[in-house]
C-alpha cells in the first residue's frame, strides 16, 4: 500500500507560477512511477508529467517546457515546479504512484485544486 499526500495547488494569475508536491509513504520502494494528473471540468484526467526509476520523466505536449517534475529520493517526494501558467491549466492535480510488487498496483492522491484567472 502507498499514501499520497499533496499540497501546493491555489489560485494564481495567467503566466504565474505554482509548485505541487506530493509525499508517499508506506511501500515506497517499490514505486516505479510517480507523478501527476490533472481533471478539468467536464474532460477525462490526462497525464501532466511523471517520473519513472531511473530518472527518466515524460510529460504531456501541453505542458512540455513549461512545468517540471523532479523528485526527492530521500523523503520519498515529487515535485511540479509549474511555470507561465494559463487559464488552460485550471484543473484538479492528482498524485499517482505506480507500484510494482507481486503484480502493478495503482494509487492516487485526493487531488489539489489549480485554478488560472484573473
Known amino acids: 500500500q502507498v499514501q499520497l499526500a499533496e499540497s501546493g495547488g491555489g489560485l494564481v494569475q495567467p503566466g504565474g507560477s505554482l509548485r505541487l508536491s506530493c509525499a508517499a509513504t508506506g511501500s515506497v520502494f517499490s514505486i516505479t512511477k510517480m507523478g501527476w494528473y490533472r481533471q478539468a471540468p467536464g474532460k477525462q484526467r490526462e497525464l501532466v508529467a511523471l517520473?519513472?526509476?531511473?530518472?527518466?520523466?515524460n510529460y504531456s505536449d501541453a505542458v512540455n517546457g513549461r512545468f517540471v517534475i523532479s523528485r526527492d529520493s530521500a523523503k520519498h517526494t515529487v515535485f511540479l515546479q509549474m511555470n507561465d501558467l494559463n487559464v488552460f491549466d485550471t484543473a484538479v492535480y492528482y498524485c499517482y504512484a505506480l507500484l510494482k510488487w507481486r503484480g502493478e498496483y495503482d494509487f492516487w492522491g485526493q487531488g489539489t485544486q489549480v485554478t488560472v484567472s484573473t
Open positions: 517520473w519513472i526509476r531511473d530518472n527518466a520523466a
